[in-house]
């Protein structure tokens, strides 16, 4: 008898648990941000024990059920989202999926494993160190720079999200097992399960994974890498293997049209991607997860703020958020008794000037009889001055 096909269905943009069958299989991805953690302190084994912090804190899941776990910079977040902060502290997003079973889990559906992934996430943002403290425990077996650095995080957000996209529902016929079928815009391929089934199959990787175990393998031996939540592409080359990095409007480009000369870019164009985990490696002068903006001159030598030109903007009393660099480009806003681009020069003392020539109020330094050591704050009188602003005059008898 012919064998009916199975029903089309959209493929998988995330890598699934082994073997999920059916409705029964629900997955969530979920972020936080981490204040006061290194980017550059987290390598493969310390994410290995992000994975394991978290799953020891939900209820009925293990660090098998999570996977796409990715951790990248976000102390550019903190520019925009605390105004009154000094310097731009170290802070990381993380990001993940956990997928079950319902058949062979305690949840029943997607919506009880968001709410059980959603407070776990909400009642750390809110204070509470049970996630933090069992990231540190973790991650104290490979890295004790890490470890001490989760103890003392703050989880400051988190979001969590059903997927929707699930795989294949089970056929009401059995198909051959070495073929599923699936549905791309329209046109529908054969996912391959055996290799020898068409020909060398996909590229694998030492670990003797199709696609390196980031994408699905279709048709031809071609490889359909995972995607972002936002569609964008998770992996990329013909096996999969390379991470992609964020992505901000680009400092230099080709113009393609009127006004359009900053498409959205890796990087910004301002940087080299580490294919390995998805970082950018900024240029000098730039910084952010995407290098999207530039470094404020000597870190604002710690005597101000780093703002971006929408917030100094701000601080003047004008708007400038339409302009495409509106947030891209910073400078420093001095403390008081600092100036300079880089807030290093201290000001001296100054008031008006004793012969009532021009002095503070023509912005003149040392009531405009002397001259000011920025080094030190201090007024070099002029012959004939004297006081710490030069604001009394030498009387000879």
Same mark, same amino acid.
């Given at each position: 008898?012919?064998?009916?096909?199975?029903?089309?269905?959209?493929?998988?943009?995330?890598?699934?648990?082994?073997?999920?069958?059916?409705?029964?299989?629900?997955?969530?991805?979920?972020?936080?941000?981490?204040?006061?953690?290194?980017?550059?302190?987290?390598?493969?084994?310390?994410?290995?024990?992000?994975?394991?912090?978290?799953?020891?804190?939900?209820?009925?899941?293990?660090?098998?059920?999570?996977?796409?776990?990715?951790?990248?910079?976000?102390?550019?977040?903190?520019?925009?989202?605390?105004?009154?902060?000094?310097?731009?502290?170290?802070?990381?997003?993380?990001?993940?999926?956990?997928?079950?079973?319902?058949? #062979?889990?305690?949840?029943?559906?997607? $919506?009880?494993?968001? *709410? %059980?992934? !959603?407070?776990?996430? /909400? &009642? =750390? +943002? #809110?204070?509470?160190?049970?996630?933090? $403290?069992?990231?540190? *425990? %973790?991650? !104290?077996?490979?890295? /004790? &720079? =890490? +470890?001490?650095?989760?103890?003392?995080?703050?989880?400051?957000?988190?979001?969590?999200?059903?997927?929707?996209?699930?795989p294949t529902n089970l056929p009401t016929v059995e198909p051959d097992d070495d073929v599923i079928v699936y549905d791309d815009d329209g046109t529908q391929y054969l996912q391959i399960k055996k290799p020898e089934t068409m020909g060398s199959g996909c590229p694998k990787n030492d670990d003797d994974e199709q696609c390196s175990g980031h994408g699905d393998c279709f048709r031809n031996g071609k490889c359909n890498c995972w995607a972002r939540p936002n569609g964008d592409?998770?992996?990329?080359?013909?096996?999969?293997?390379?991470?992609?990095?964020?992505?901000?409007?680009?400092?230099?480009?080709?113009?393609?049209?009127?006004?359009?000369?900053?498409?959205?870019?890796?990087?910004?164009?301002?940087?080299?991607?580490?294919?390995?985990?998805?970082?950018?490696?900024?240029?000098?002068?730039?910084?952010?997860?995407?290098?999207?903006?530039?470094?404020?001159?000597n870190d604002c030598s710690q005597n101000g703020i780093c703002y971006s030109q929408k917030l100094l903007a701000e601080e003047a009393g004008m708007t400038y958020t339409t302009p495409w660099d509106a947030k891209k480009i910073t400078g420093c806003v001095c403390d008081a008794g600092y100036r300079g681009p880089d807030c290093s020069l201290q000001e001296c003392p100054t008031g008006p000037d004793i012969m009532h020539g021009d002095g503070n109020e023509k912005g003149r330094d040392c009531s405009g009889r002397g001259v000011c050591d920025y080094t030190s704050g201090l007024c070099r009188c002029f012959a004939g001055y004297f006081g710490n602003r030069c604001h009394q005059q030498t009387i000879l008898s």
């Open positions: 008898p012919t064998r009916t096909p199975p029903p089309a269905t959209s493929a998988p943009t995330r890598k699934p648990t082994p073997n999920p069958t059916g409705t029964s299989y629900v997955a969530v991805t979920a972020s936080f941000t981490m204040d006061g953690v290194d980017v550059n302190d987290i390598d493969d084994d310390v994410e290995t024990a992000i994975k394991t912090g978290i799953a020891a804190t939900i209820s009925g899941i293990s660090a098998s059920d999570i996977y796409d776990l990715t951790v990248v910079d976000a102390s550019t977040r903190r520019l925009e989202a605390e105004q009154d902060q000094r310097r731009l502290g170290t802070a990381v997003a993380v990001t993940f999926t956990v997928g079950v079973d319902t058949s #062979s889990s305690s949840y029943s559906d997607s $919506s009880s494993l968001e *709410s %059980a992934v !959603s407070t776990t996430l /909400t &009642t =750390a +943002a #809110s204070g509470d160190t049970t996630l933090t $403290s069992a990231i540190s *425990s %973790a991650a !104290s077996a490979v890295s /004790t &720079t =890490a +470890a001490t650095a989760f103890s003392s995080a703050t989880v400051t957000s988190a979001t969590t999200a059903v997927v929707t996209r699930s592409p998770a992996w990329q080359a013909s096996d999969c293997s390379q991470r992609t990095c964020p992505k901000a409007a680009a400092w230099v480009a080709v113009a393609t049209a009127a006004n359009e000369a900053h498409p959205v870019v890796e990087c910004s164009n301002k940087g080299i991607c580490q294919r390995k985990r998805g970082i950018c490696e900024c240029f000098d002068g730039y910084a952010g997860i995407a290098c999207e903006r530039t470094v404020c001159p």
